[in-house]
């Protein structure tokens, strides 16, 4: 079975995607945080689905990356993408 991802392999590369915006805290609990609540926008999120992508070996269409709003929501996508693959 693939590596599932972690809400801390998420922040790694929610932060190499965008950064960390002035103001916001990604190390604390943000598994239900909306992204735009943490400063990342549409764009952030597809470059952070790009990512997820190639480093996980997912399919996350842009339209489906578009209607998740939070972290938690983002990693039941990828981890449920993953089991199915298992």
């Given at each position: 079975m693939a590596t599932l991802l972690t809400i801390d392999?998420?922040?790694?590369?929610l932060i190499e995607c965008a950064g960390e915006t002035d103001g916001t805290d990604l190390s604390g609990d943000i598994l239900d945080v909306r992204f735009e609540a943490i400063g990342y926008d549409?764009?952030?999120l597809m470059e952070t689905a790009a990512r997820l992508e190639s480093r996980y070996n997912v399919a996350i269409p842009d339209d489906v990356a578009?209607?998740?709003h939070t972290p938690r929501e983002l990693l039941d996508l990828v981890n449920g993408a993953?089991?199915?693959?298992?």
């Open positions: 392999d998420l922040r790694r590369i549409s764009l952030a578009g209607s998740v993953l089991a199915e693959a298992a």
